[in-house]
Every structure is written in structure tokens, then in C-alpha cells.
């Protein structure tokens, strides 16, 4: 049985799932031209919920649909990341504030336990184990903030923000500088302190957005 076909009655959304996740493994690179044929073959589906699927990732700003071109995984540019990491930084700047006004004693223990791994993943030095802390750490103050219009912009913005290749963790010194970051927004929600949960959090956006742009001179050969 070939694994990679998909059943004739499963939906739509199934599809653009796993198109979405191809893309942000890079199977299928940014610029790429999707081949709508070929994949329906390999999934054994007709090309109308391909269609479907990809009109999702389309509105997602994971594909683009070119007219009489076809359609393309989206490629994102440094302008592109210039004008997404303010916005990141403002919205999860409040997700910040709002979760610290909401969260109870179990929510900033289970945030500190989060952060625990942090610590540890730096200390040994595991790029990987950070890196999927980090993401849980921002996850639950997002879901703490309980503002579902905050978190479904979020989400759309850090699905675009998939698509980059670059990972500034590997940078010199970017890991001891991201857990100091993380340092202080967890001791903003311990102090109850909204506003400096803001803040911190607006500022640990914009140092990444930093952090990869070095990341790209270093890779392009440019001074930073």
C-alpha cells in the first residue's frame, strides 16, 4: 500500500496539512512551483481538493497563486521579516501583558517549569531542546493571554515566518542572549508586572529580529 496516497473522501484540509507540512520542512523550498498534477497522482486525489487545499495555504501566505503561472511556496524576503518582527514583537508584546493580568499561580508554575527546560537546553548547550521550549514558553502565554483574535494573527504571522531557513540560535552567543531574555519576561509574570512582561517580551522579538539578520550577512558574506 503506498502511504503517501490520500483516501478519495478525505477532506480537503487534510491535504493542505500536509502540504504545510512539507513546506516547513523544506521538502518543499521557497520559490518552489508546485506541481498540482504530480501531487495529485502521488496522493491519489482529483485536483479539485488540491485546488481547495492550496486556496487555504494561499490565504495563510504559505503559497502564492500567480495568474497563468501557477502556484509557488512563498519566499520570504528581509523586507518581508522587517515588517513581520514589529508586528510580532507588539502583538505577543501583548499577549505578554494580558497573560500576566489573567494567569493563577498554577499557570506561572507551569510557565517557570518551561522555562526550567530553557535553562537546561542552554547549559548543555542543545540547540534543539531550546528551540522547541521556546516555542512552548511563548504557546502558553499566548494561550494564557485567552484573546483567540491575538493568537489566530500570531499564528498566521509564525507560519509565514516557517518558511525562513535561517535559525539564529547557532549564532555565537545568541542562545546565553535569548535564555537571558526569556530571564526577565519570566520575572516579570513571578512580579505580577504586566507592563515590563510587555516590554520584555517586545524586546525579545526585536533582538531576533536582529539576531537573523546577522545570521543572514554572515551567511551572504556582508558586513553586519
Given at each position: 500500500?503506498?502511504?503517501?496516497?490520500?483516501?478519495?473522501?478525505?477532506?480537503?484540509?487534510?491535504?493542505?496539512?500536509?502540504?504545510?507540512?512539507?513546506?516547513?520542512?523544506?521538502?518543499?523550498?521557497?520559490?518552489?512551483?508546485?506541481?498540482?498534477?504530480?501531487?495529485?497522482?502521488?496522493?491519489?486525489?482529483?485536483?479539485?481538493?488540491?485546488?481547495?487545499?492550496?486556496?487555504?495555504?494561499?490565504?495563510?501566505?504559505?503559497?502564492?497563486?500567480k495568474?497563468?503561472?501557477?502556484?509557488?511556496?512563498?519566499?520570504?524576503?528581509?523586507?518581508?521579516?522587517d515588517?513581520?518582527?514589529?508586528?510580532m514583537?507588539?502583538?505577543?508584546?501583548?499577549?505578554?501583558?494580558?497573560?500576566?493580568?489573567?494567569?493563577?499561580?498554577?499557570?506561572?508554575?507551569?510557565?517557570?517549569?518551561?522555562?526550567?527546560?530553557l535553562?537546561v537546553?542552554?547549559?548543555?548547550?542543545?540547540?534543539?531542546?531550546?528551540?522547541?521550549?521556546?516555542?512552548?514558553?511563548?504557546?502558553?502565554?499566548?494561550?494564557?493571554?485567552?484573546?483567540?483574535?491575538?493568537?489566530?494573527?500570531?499564528?498566521?504571522?509564525?507560519?509565514?515566518?516557517?518558511?525562513?531557513?535561517?535559525?539564529?540560535?547557532?549564532?555565537e552567543?545568541?542562545?546565553?542572549?535569548?535564555?537571558?531574555?526569556?530571564?526577565?519576561?519570566m520575572?516579570?509574570?513571578e512580579?505580577?508586572?504586566?507592563?515590563?512582561?510587555?516590554?520584555?517580551?517586545?524586546?525579545?522579538?526585536?533582538?531576533?529580529?536582529?539576531?537573523?539578520?546577522?545570521?543572514?550577512?554572515?551567511?551572504?558574506?556582508?558586513?553586519?
Amino acid at each position: 500500500m503506498n502511504m503517501n496516497r490520500i483516501a478519495p473522501t478525505a477532506l480537503y484540509q487534510e491535504v493542505a496539512e500536509r502540504l504545510r507540512q512539507r513546506i516547513f520542512n523544506h521538502e518543499l523550498t521557497p520559490g518552489t512551483w508546485i506541481d498540482e498534477q504530480k501531487l495529485a497522482e502521488q496522493y491519489g486525489i482529483s485536483r479539485t481538493p488540491l485546488r481547495e487545499a492550496l486556496k487555504v495555504l494561499a490565504s495563510e501566505g504559505v503559497v502564492e497563486l500567480k495568474p497563468r503561472r501557477g502556484c509557488y511556496v512563498t519566499e520570504i524576503s528581509r523586507q518581508d521579516m522587517d515588517d513581520i518582527f514589529p508586528l510580532m514583537a507588539m502583538l505577543e508584546g501583548r499577549c505578554a501583558l494580558e497573560a500576566v493580568r489573567r494567569a493563577k499561580l498554577a499557570d506561572i508554575r507551569a510557565l517557570k517549569a518551561i522555562h526550567e527546560r530553557l535553562e537546561v537546553a542552554a547549559k548543555e548547550g542543545r540547540i534543539d531542546a531550546f528551540f522547541e521550549a521556546n516555542q512552548e514558553f511563548h504557546r502558553l502565554i499566548q494561550e494564557l493571554a485567552n484573546n483567540r483574535w491575538l493568537l489566530s494573527v500570531i499564528q498566521d504571522l509564525r507560519k509565514v515566518l516557517k518558511l525562513s531557513r535561517l535559525h539564529s540560535l547557532s549564532l555565537e552567543g545568541r542562545l546565553q542572549q535569548s535564555l537571558e531574555e526569556h530571564r526577565v519576561i519570566m520575572a516579570a509574570f513571578e512580579a505580577n508586572d504586566p507592563e515590563k512582561a510587555e516590554k520584555h517580551m517586545q524586546d525579545h522579538l526585536l533582538s531576533s529580529r536582529q539576531a537573523l539578520a546577522r545570521q543572514y550577512d554572515s551567511n551572504t558574506g556582508k558586513a553586519a
